[in-house]
C-alpha cells in the first residue's frame, strides 16, 4: 500500500468533504464546468487544504489513483460505467453512505451490493437501518473542527435552527415541527433558501459557530436523517441541543444533562421555555455537550478511523 493514498472522490457534503480532508492523503474532485452539484470541486468558503486536489471529468480516465470513493448513488450508477476506465473500476472501492433510507426504513436493501467494496456509515443508526447485504460495512461516526476561538455564549434569549432548504425538504426534515414550534417559542432559521420559511437565510460555513453561539439553544426539528453536522459543531462550541428522539439524536443527547429530546413536541416547547428562562442551566448543559462532542466526535479519532478503513480496503 502506498504510503500517502490518491483518492479519487465527488464534491457531495461539503462540511464533512472539508473534514475528511483532514486525512494525511491526496483527495481528487472531479469537476465538470459551472460546478453543477456532484461536480463542484474545492469551492467555497472552506478553507481547503493543500491535499485536495481537482480533476476535470474528462481527464480523470488518463489519472492515476489508488482508491475510489463514492459518496452519492448518481455516481455509483453513471459515472462508475461511464467515466472510470476498467482499471480504474477494479481499484480499492469505497462507498460512503451519508443517509438512513429514504424508502422503507428498515426493508430497504442498499443499492451497492458488491463484497469486494466497502460500504461506511456515519452514523450507528443508518448501518442498524440499511440491510446492507452482501456489502461488508462498517461505521465511522462524525468528526468536526471548530475554531477553538469560538465559545457559547447564549445572551440572546432565542433558539437557532440550522437546516438547508427546509421548506423543500417538508416533513422529514421537520418543517412543520418547526413552523409549529416558532409559534410558541423564539427561533431563528438559517441555511440555504431558510428565508423560505421565514428565517435569516445562508451563513457561511466558517463563520456560523461564531453566528449561531449567542443563541440561547440550538433546536433541531429534523424527524427522520443522519445526525446533522451542524448539531455536533454546536455541541462542540459548549451549546446545549433540543431535539426529536429520532435516529442518532437519541444517543448523542442525553437528557437534562447535554440537552434533551422527545418525540413529543409540548415537552420540546417547555424545556425550550425553561431554557430560555433559566441562562445558568443553559451554561451547565452546554457544557456537557461540549465534553460529549469531544469525547465522541473529536477530529483525532475520525482521522484514526477514516485511515484504517483505508489500510483495509487497500491492503
Same mark, same amino acid.
Given at each position: 500500500?502506498?504510503?500517502?493514498?490518491?483518492?479519487?472522490?465527488?464534491?457531495? %457534503?461539503?462540511?464533512?468533504?472539508?473534514?475528511?480532508?483532514?486525512?494525511?492523503?491526496?483527495?481528487?474532485?472531479?469537476?465538470?464546468?459551472?460546478?453543477?452539484?456532484?461536480?463542484?470541486?474545492?469551492?467555497?468558503?472552506?478553507?481547503?487544504?493543500?491535499?485536495? %486536489?481537482?480533476?476535470?471529468?474528462?481527464?480523470?480516465?488518463?489519472?492515476?489513483?489508488?482508491?475510489?470513493?463514492?459518496? %452519492?448513488?448518481?455516481?455509483?450508477?453513471?459515472?462508475?460505467?461511464?467515466?472510470?476506465?476498467?482499471?480504474?473500476?477494479?481499484?480499492?472501492?469505497?462507498?460512503?453512505?451519508?443517509?438512513?433510507?429514504?424508502?422503507?426504513?428498515?426493508?430497504?436493501?442498499?443499492?451497492?451490493?458488491?463484497?469486494?467494496?466497502?460500504?461506511?456509515?456515519?452514523?450507528?443508526?443508518?448501518?442498524?437501518?440499511?440491510?446492507?447485504?452482501?456489502?461488508? %460495512?462498517?461505521?465511522?461516526?462524525?468528526?468536526?473542527?471548530?475554531?477553538?476561538?469560538?465559545?457559547?455564549?447564549?445572551?440572546?434569549?432565542?433558539?437557532?435552527?440550522?437546516?438547508?432548504?427546509?421548506?423543500?425538504?417538508?416533513?422529514?426534515?421537520?418543517?412543520?415541527?418547526?413552523?409549529?414550534?416558532?409559534?410558541?417559542?423564539?427561533?431563528?432559521?438559517?441555511?440555504?433558501?431558510?428565508?423560505?420559511?421565514?428565517?435569516?437565510?445562508?451563513?457561511?460555513?466558517?463563520?456560523?459557530?461564531?453566528?449561531?453561539?449567542?443563541?440561547?439553544?440550538?433546536?433541531?426539528?429534523?424527524?427522520?436523517?443522519?445526525?446533522?453536522?451542524?448539531?455536533?459543531?454546536?455541541?462542540?462550541?459548549?451549546?446545549?441541543?433540543?431535539?426529536?428522539?429520532?435516529?442518532?439524536?437519541?444517543?448523542?443527547?442525553?437528557?437534562?444533562?447535554?440537552?434533551?429530546?422527545?418525540?413529543?413536541?409540548?415537552?420540546?416547547?417547555?424545556?425550550?421555555?425553561?431554557?430560555?428562562?433559566?441562562?445558568?442551566?443553559?451554561?451547565?448543559?452546554?457544557?456537557?455537550?461540549?465534553?460529549?462532542?469531544?469525547?465522541?466526535?473529536?477530529?483525532?479519532?475520525?482521522?484514526?478511523?477514516?485511515?484504517?478503513?483505508?489500510?483495509?480496503?487497500?491492503?
Amino acid at each position: 500500500m502506498r504510503e500517502r493514498l490518491r483518492i479519487l472522490t465527488w464534491h457531495v %457534503h461539503g462540511n464533512y468533504l472539508y473534514y475528511l480532508s483532514q486525512i494525511p492523503h491526496d483527495l481528487y474532485l472531479v469537476t465538470r464546468p459551472g460546478s453543477p452539484p456532484g461536480y463542484a470541486g474545492a469551492v467555497g468558503a472552506l478553507p481547503w487544504g493543500a491535499n485536495v %486536489h481537482e480533476v476535470a471529468y474528462e481527464d480523470v480516465p488518463n489519472r492515476e489513483f489508488d482508491c475510489v470513493l463514492y459518496q %452519492h448513488q448518481r455516481h455509483w450508477d453513471s459515472d462508475r460505467e461511464t467515466l472510470l476506465t476498467e482499471a480504474q473500476r477494479r481499484l480499492p472501492t469505497i462507498f460512503l453512505e451519508h443517509d438512513p433510507p429514504q424508502q422503507h426504513p428498515t426493508a430497504t436493501v442498499h443499492r451497492v451490493q458488491d463484497p469486494n467494496v466497502m460500504l461506511v456509515h456515519v452514523t450507528p443508526f443508518n448501518a442498524l437501518m440499511w440491510d446492507s447485504g452482501v456489502t461488508p %460495512h462498517c461505521v465511522v461516526e462524525h468528526g468536526v473542527v471548530v475554531d477553538p476561538s469560538v465559545r457559547y455564549s447564549g445572551e440572546a434569549p432565542r433558539g437557532i435552527s440550522v437546516v438547508n432548504n427546509l421548506t423543500k425538504r417538508g416533513r422529514r426534515l421537520g418543517a412543520d415541527i418547526f413552523a409549529q414550534a416558532r409559534e410558541q417559542v423564539p427561533l431563528d432559521l438559517v441555511g440555504m433558501a431558510a428565508e423560505e420559511a421565514g428565517g435569516l437565510g445562508e451563513v457561511p460555513n466558517p463563520e456560523l459557530a461564531a453566528f449561531i453561539a449567542r443563541y440561547r439553544f440550538f433546536f433541531n426539528p429534523i424527524r427522520y436523517t443522519s445526525l446533522g453536522l451542524a448539531v455536533v459543531e454546536a455541541m462542540m462550541i459548549g451549546m446545549p441541543v433540543v431535539g426529536m428522539a429520532t435516529t442518532e439524536m437519541s444517543t448523542a443527547i442525553r437528557n437534562e444533562y447535554n440537552g434533551y429530546v422527545d418525540t413529543r413536541l409540548e415537552r420540546l416547547v417547555e424545556v425550550m421555555r425553561r431554557l430560555i428562562d433559566d441562562p445558568g442551566l443553559a451554561r451547565e448543559w452546554g457544557e456537557q455537550a461540549r465534553a460529549s462532542a469531544q469525547e465522541r466526535f473529536g477530529i483525532g479519532r475520525f482521522v484514526e478511523d477514516w485511515c484504517e478503513v483505508l489500510r483495509q480496503v487497500t491492503q
